[in-house]
């Protein structure tokens, strides 16, 4: 790694930390206190997010209900990826606690567990790859921790998530298989 590559490195890991601190210089009156945005009832929350791994990128949507007294989004979220040359569509339930309750910077942790559909179509892989590989119907779970910063009407979200599928094996000599981890960063909005 050279020296220019590091200092980019650098700045870019300083200016994604202090993210948190700018976000509380601001007005705590301009923003609303919560993600729940002073709702006393049960109501609609939904995000869309983009982020990328090491092994590809991701755009995602969920939609759900959020409850305002204790904070815990639950809904369903859909998901199109593209890792390692393969295309996935991936559904799934997906649940949220925000914490602490109130606060324009809240932050969250998260789980989503569902299905991933492999689209057939052309692998880029060719590591005993068939050209045309068929669809394939894999279970998969994603753990996830991140922040969200309010605004009046919007909330920014951003956030890691750390997946396991059938479709990312790491294979060693002491484990014959075992799902391995696809960590990726995303930002994204709530409304």
């Not at 609609?44 to 090491?54: D, L, P, T, W």
């Not at 989503?112 to 279970?139: H, K, R, W």
Request: overall charge positive; some cysteine; hydrophobic content about 40%.
């Amino acid at each position: 790694m050279n020296k220019e590559s590091m200092k980019k490195q650098i700045l870019i890991t300083a200016l994604l930390l202090a993210i948190p601190a700018l976000s509380f210089a601001g007005n705590d009156k301009e923003a609303r206190p919560s993600i729940t945005r002073n709702a006393d009832k049960v109501k609609y929350a939904g995000n869309v997010n983009a982020g990328i791994s090491f092994i590809g990128a991701y755009l995602n949507t969920t939609h759900g209900v959020i409850f305002p007294r204790c904070n815990i989004y639950t809904g369903g979220s859909a998901e199109y990826s593209f890792l390692w040359g393969m295309n996935l569509i991936n559904v799934a339930a997906d649940g949220k606690w925000f914490y602490p309750r109130k606060g324009r910077v809240q932050g969250y942790i998260g789980l989503e567990a569902g299905v991933s559909f492999l689209l057939s179509g052309i692998s880029f892989e060719d590591v005993g790859n068939e050209p045309y590989p068929e669809g394939d119907t894999q279970f998969f779970i994603r753990p996830g921790l991140g922040m969200v910063v309010n605004f009046n009407k919007v909330s920014l979200d951003i956030g890691i998530k750390c997946g396991f599928s059938p479709y990312a094996i790491l294979s060693t000599r002491h484990v014959k298989e075992m799902w391995a981890p696809i960590p990726s960063f995303g930002v994204g909005l709530w409304f």
